[in-house]
C-alpha cells in the first residue's frame, strides 16, 4: 500500500512542474501587454506650444472686432515675456512666488525686415528654464526633457506683415 501510494505522489511532481510552467509563461506573456508607465511628457510640451500659439491671451494677434485670434499671425507689440508669462499663469503661493515649477520654454522668433534678418527672444519661466537646462536630456528623477519645435508665422509688425519663423524650445521637469 506505501508503495503505491509514493508512486501515486511521484507521478504527479512532471504534471506539477508542467503546470507551473504553462502558469508562469501565461502570466508572463500578459505582463507584457500591460503598461505600468506611460511616457506623455511630448504631448505635454506640444500642448503647452499649442497653447502659447492658440491662445487669445498670448501673442497671436487677436482682431476685436471679429473677435477671434489669428493663430498663425504674430502680434509683435505682444510678443514680451511678460505677456507669454501672465498668458501661462499658475498661480502664486501664499509668499508671492510663482507655482510654476512644471513648465518652461524659450523662444526665438526670427524674421527679415529690410533685407536684414531679426530676431527677437522672449522665455516663459525664465528662472525655471536656466535651472532645467543643464540637467537637459538626464534620465529618471532630476532630469529634464527637452522638446523643440518650429513653426512658420507671419509677423504683424506697424501694420505690415513680414514672414518669420517661431522656435521652440521646451523643458519639462522628469517626475
Known amino acids: 500500500m506505501n508503495k503505491k501510494g509514493g508512486d501515486y505522489i511521484i507521478s504527479w511532481i512532471p504534471k506539477i512542474i508542467a503546470i507551473a510552467i504553462i502558469f508562469l509563461a501565461v502570466v508572463l506573456y500578459v505582463n507584457r501587454f500591460i503598461y505600468t508607465k506611460l511616457d506623455i511628457q511630448d504631448i505635454e510640451a ?46 502664486v503661493d501664499e509668499e508671492g512666488n510663482s507655482m510654476n515649477r512644471y513648465t518652461s520654454a524659450k523662444l526665438i522668433l526670427t524674421y527679415y525686415e529690410n533685407g536684414k534678418e531679426e530676431s527677437a527672444t522672449i522665455f516663459h519661466n525664465k528662472d525655471w528654464y536656466e535651472n532645467w537646462l543643464p ?3 538626464i534620465r529618471g528623477p532630476g532630469g529634464t526633457y527637452s522638446h523643440k519645435e518650429s513653426n512658420y508665422v507671419l509677423i504683424k509688425k506697424n501694420d505690415e506683415l513680414l514672414r518669420g519663423k517661431l522656435e521652440f524650445d521646451v523643458i519639462l521637469p522628469n517626475s
Not at 506640444?46 to 497653447?51: A, W
Open 135 to 137: 540637467l537637459e536630456g
Open 46 to 91: 506640444s500642448l503647452l506650444v499649442d497653447r502659447m500659439i492658440y491662445s487669445k491671451n498670448c501673442f497671436s494677434y487677436y482682431d476685436r472686432e471679429l473677435g477671434r485670434p489669428y493663430p498663425g499671425i504674430v502680434d509683435y507689440t505682444r510678443f514680451s515675456s511678460d505677456i507669454l508669462d501672465s498668458c501661462m499663469y499658475y498661480g
